[in-house]
């Protein structure tokens, strides 16, 4: 008996969503794309609270934005500084080190990345492999202690119009 209950329950809870499809449309209800192309002809109005707004206008109208890309995307070079797939420990290694190059080159374009399994530091967006070079190799002179895992790699980067 318990088990017959138990299956009817289950049966009303599956058709629920159906049912509720079906007065929808007797009401007049529409979906999204319907209610997009025909109440708001295509305009779409953003709500945000003032203060957010303040913020997205300091983020986006400081220098210190290092990583917004502005411009065109395309294939150049980018000097990576860190990689590493410990879980545990390089995420934290390389927001260190990202802040510590930031600090002292803040014109330089630093871009944190993960792409499972490894978090990835990347720095600069230059289009020929010898300016990356030059840079890269300043930066070695300068940070003494991560020169052994600097490269010079080939990336998507921005180059501004």
């Not at 190059?101 to 720095?123: D, F, H, M, Q, V």
């Not at 300016?131 to 003494?144: G, I, R, W």
Request: a positive charge; charged letters at 25%; one cysteine or more.
């Amino acid at each position: 008996m318990m088990c017959k209950s138990v299956v009817v329950l289950m049966l009303m809870l599956m058709l629920l969503p159906v049912a509720e499809c079906v007065f929808a449309q007797e009401n007049g209800a529409m979906n999204v794309a319907e209610y997009m192309s025909k109440e708001t002809r295509g305009r779409v109005a953003v709500v945000q609270p003032s203060k957010l707004a303040e913020r997205l206008d300091a983020k986006h109208g400081s220098k210190d934005n290092r990583t917004t890309s502005v411009g065109k995307n395309t294939v150049g070079y980018r000097i990576q500084i860190f990689a590493d797939n410990n879980q545990r420990t390089a995420k934290n290694e390389a927001v260190m080190r990202e802040r510590i190059i930031a600090s002292r080159y803040p014109e330089i374009g630093c871009y944190l990345t993960y792409k499972a399994p490894a978090w990835r530091l990347r720095i600069g967006d230059y289009r020929t492999r010898e300016e990356a070079v030059e840079v890269m190799n300043q930066l070695k002179k300068d940070f003494p202690a991560f020169s052994r895992e600097m490269i010079v790699v080939v990336d998507r980067i921005n180059v501004a119009l």
